[in-house]
């Protein structure tokens, strides 16, 4: 199996496995308990909060850990209106379904929701942004890294339309976290473990002092008292080594995706067009679409080759992707699209290999079809 699909979830570290190891076997202990084992298992929660926070990046924040981004962009939305009077959201037509879909419950509530559009390239319209931002406007959020399509949001010129009008800025950093610097004017910022070679089911969301939202759980106030809930030690050592080994790899890690992407292009060669834009975009992901293709038919064939058509969370739907959508394709070539990820533990010959099937199916289906 050759493993291209780096946006759904990325290989565990086997740093990351190891260093995990102890904290559900030996180490056990609940982290707050007064105990010695509790205060040893409190204090590998403190050092992996530190090594996130290094990572992060960012000034006069911290943060608190959560089951994953779903979750830290639910309370992060949520949360923030609920210590606000203003009763409107700005958010992008591109945007992951954790923003989208509570945006959409929030609606349903009373709230004002704008979905701001993008162009061809996947780029928000900054023009409706700056006639959308008003002094009703309660929080902005935005992706970082688009999960589907790889383009990297002006998130910065964005948090400074929020702050000129009062509101918060909320940065979905999942695919962008490890990958690309960080935006210097987030107020919040959700993340998630699995997507920097980390397990799943733990994320967080940094937090701007003065911009803590209200609590979604209610219980013992764990987590700075605004996310109550029993931590896991392992979940939080391995994020915390996730996050430490992103930071020490970052240059490495970036010039072997630059690298990745070159021979991948190269490898599929004429007939494939990149969807959104080829320079404003992380290149560890690679959304491309050809003309009569029919995508799911592709990734049914090639078993041997984990790709996706777009967001793991949407698989299966049978709706074209909202995404591939909003920057102007029509249902015919968003089903003609794929994407391929590929990252740290991607090799140039396993890559090159890849592509060549890939290609080779796609023509093949392409001549039986004509």
Same mark, same amino acid.
């Given at each position: 199996?050759?493993?291209?699909?780096?946006?759904?979830?990325?290989?565990?570290?086997?740093?990351?496995?190891?260093?995990?190891?102890?904290?559900?076997?030996?180490?056990?202990?609940?982290?707050?308990?007064?105990?010695?084992?509790?205060?040893?298992?409190?204090?590998?929660?403190?050092? =992996?909060?530190?090594?996130? !926070?290094?990572?992060?990046?960012?000034?006069? %924040? &911290?943060? @608190?850990?959560?089951? #994953? +981004?779903?979750?830290?962009?639910?309370?992060?939305?949520?949360?923030?209106?609920?210590?606000?009077?203003?009763?409107?959201?700005?958010?992008?037509?591109?945007?992951?379904?954790?923003?989208?879909?509570?945006?959409?419950?929030?609606?349903?509530?009373?709230?004002?929701?704008?979905?701001?559009?993008?162009?061809?390239?996947?780029?928000?319209?900054?023009?409706?942004?700056?006639?959308?931002?008003?002094?009703?406007?309660?929080?902005?959020?935005?992706?970082?890294?688009?999960?589907?399509?790889?383009?990297?949001?002006?998130?910065?010129?964005?948090?400074?339309?929020?702050?000129? =009008?009062?509101?918060?800025? !909320?940065?979905?950093?999942?695919?962008?976290? %490890? &990958?690309? @610097?960080?935006?210097? #004017? +987030?107020?919040?910022?959700?993340?998630?473990?699995?997507?920097?070679?980390?397990?799943?089911?733990?994320?967080?969301?940094?937090?701007?002092?003065?911009?803590?939202?209200?609590?979604?759980?209610?219980?013992?106030?764990?987590?700075?008292?605004?996310?109550?809930?029993?931590?896991?030690?392992?979940?939080?050592?391995?994020?915390?080594?996730?996050?430490?080994?992103?930071?020490?790899?970052?240059?490495?890690?970036?010039?072997?995706?630059?690298?990745?992407?070159?021979?991948?292009?190269?490898?599929?060669?004429?007939?494939?067009?990149?969807?959104?834009?080829?320079?404003?975009?992380?290149?560890?992901?690679?959304?491309?679409?050809?003309?009569?293709?029919?995508?799911?038919?592709?990734?049914?064939?090639?078993?041997?080759?984990?790709?996706?058509?777009?967001?793991?969370?949407?698989?299966?739907?049978?709706?074209?992707?909202?995404?591939?959508?909003?920057?102007?394709?029509?249902?015919?070539?968003?089903?003609?699209?794929?994407?391929?990820?590929?990252?740290?533990?991607?090799?140039?010959?396993?890559?090159?290999?890849?592509?060549?099937?890939?290609?080779?199916?796609?023509?093949?289906?392409?001549?039986?079809?004509?």
């Amino acid at each position: 199996m050759i493993y291209l699909d780096y946006q759904a979830t990325t290989p565990v570290d086997p740093a990351v496995a190891l260093a995990m190891r102890p904290w559900i076997e030996e180490k056990f202990a609940n982290p707050h308990s007064p105990s010695t084992w509790g205060r040893e298992a409190a204090a590998a929660v403190e050092l =992996a909060r530190d090594r996130i !926070l290094t990572a992060v990046g960012l000034d006069e %924040g &911290r943060f @608190a850990f959560t089951s #994953g +981004a779903t979750e830290a962009l639910n309370w992060a939305i949520r949360g923030t209106l609920e210590r606000s009077e203003r009763r409107k959201i700005v958010t992008i037509a591109t945007e992951h379904a954790a923003v989208l879909d509570t945006c959409e419950w929030l609606e349903g509530r009373g709230y004002q929701v704008v979905r701001l559009p993008v162009d061809r390239d996947g780029l928000v319209d900054l023009d409706e942004a700056t006639l959308a931002i008003d002094p009703r406007t309660a929080i902005v959020a935005a992706m970082l890294v688009n999960n589907e399509i790889g383009v990297i949001q002006p998130v910065d010129t964005l948090a400074e339309l929020a702050h000129r =009008a009062g509101a918060v800025m !909320l940065c979905d950093a999942v695919q962008g976290f %490890g &990958r690309v @610097a960080l935006p210097d #004017g +987030a107020d919040l910022v959700a993340l998630s473990a699995h997507k920097v070679h980390g397990p799943k089911g733990i994320g967080g969301l940094w937090i701007r002092r003065g911009h803590e939202p209200r609590p979604l759980l209610h219980g013992g106030g764990q987590e700075h008292g605004l996310r109550s809930g029993t931590q896991s030690p392992m979940l939080c050592v391995g994020f915390g080594e996730a996050a430490r080994i992103a930071t020490e790899r970052a240059g490495a890690d970036h010039a072997h995706v630059e690298r990745l992407w070159q021979v991948a292009r190269t490898t599929l060669g004429e007939g494939w067009t990149v969807n959104g834009s080829v320079e404003a975009r992380y290149r560890g992901n690679l959304n491309l679409r050809r003309d009569g293709l029919d995508a799911a038919r592709l990734v049914a064939d090639l078993r041997n080759i984990a790709f996706s058509l777009g967001s793991a969370c949407a698989s299966g739907s049978g709706r074209p992707s909202h995404v591939l959508r909003a920057i102007g394709l029509a249902d015919r070539e968003a089903r003609s699209a794929i994407r391929l990820g590929f990252g740290r533990f991607t090799g140039e010959a396993e890559l090159q290999s890849a592509c060549r099937h890939i290609d080779r199916v796609a023509r093949e289906q392409q001549e039986w079809a004509a």
